[in-house]
């Protein structure tokens, strides 16, 4: 069908793709596969608890949340009220909501089994970020500060270390980050991004290597993260120089 014609096509183009230069306008990269190509979800486990290791009601609520994204329909203004309704009763945080969300997204989104693994990655991230497009209204409720931000980014990680081999084999943060963080979503700020990477370092310490740091040591999230710095770095100096 038109779906499994337009993955192999991506398929063919997806390779290592640089940061900078070819990495406007929503794109991955110099592959060329942007936000927009969204494909149909695939199906896998909701639920995790992600970061949350609190009191005991956490891990459901977490769960219950996860399996409400999931299951909603295309009304996202349905799900907020619920989402948020539910957060009220249970006297919960947007952390926690967060924690469901990025269960959800993860779960949704498993490659079609058999794939190659060049294709289960062109599905993965399509998909993820197919269902991120739809969720906006959701996630920019969730997310009220950089705090809220920082945990949705833990969140996807963790999840993705978490999951089902299909999803943990060919998940690659800078894929989900990067379009997060640029026009039109602008979900995630270049400065929690940063904070995030920085406390991440900070906590690797001397366990470089280790299976947990896996996704945070890739070659394509080291690269997205220091263009980021970079042009962030760049940006400050061009305000200095303006002041003066």
Not at 170 to 175: C, G, Q, S, T
């Amino acid at each position: 069908d038109e779906e499994d014609e337009e993955d192999e096509e991506d398929e063919e183009d997806f390779g290592d793709a640089g940061f900078g230069d070819g990495m406007e306008g929503g794109d991955f990269g110099e592959d060329g596969t942007a936000i927009g190509d969204v494909g149909a979800g695939g199906a896998g486990e909701v639920g995790g608890e992600g970061e949350m290791s609190g009191d005991k009601g956490t891990k459901p609520f977490v769960a219950a949340i996860a399996e409400m994204v999931a299951q909603s329909s295309d009304s996202v203004e349905a799900l907020i009220t619920e989402v948020k309704c539910y957060k009220l009763a249970q006297n919960r945080s947007f952390d926690e909501c967060l924690a469901g969300v990025a269960a959800a997204l993860l779960a949704m989104s498993a490659p079609d089994e058999g794939a190659t693994d060049k294709m289960a990655k062109v599905q993965l991230h399509k998909r993820i970020n197919g269902h991120v497009v739809r969720l906006t209204p959701l996630i920019k409720t969730l997310l009220q500060n950089q705090a809220n931000q920082e945990c949705l980014i833990r969140n996807l990680e963790l999840q993705a270390l978490e999951s089902a081999p299909a999803i943990s084999s060919v998940i690659e943060l800078a894929f989900i980050l990067k379009p997060l963080n640029d026009e039109p979503l602008e979900l995630l700020s270049d400065e929690a991004i940063i904070a995030w990477a920085e406390s991440r370092r900070a906590a690797v310490g001397g366990a470089a290597g280790a299976p947990e740091n896996r996704l945070f040591e890739s070659a394509q999230l080291t690269a997205y993260l220091e263009w980021l710095e970079e042009e962030e770095e760049s940006g400050s100096e061009e305000s200095e120089s303006d002041e003066e």
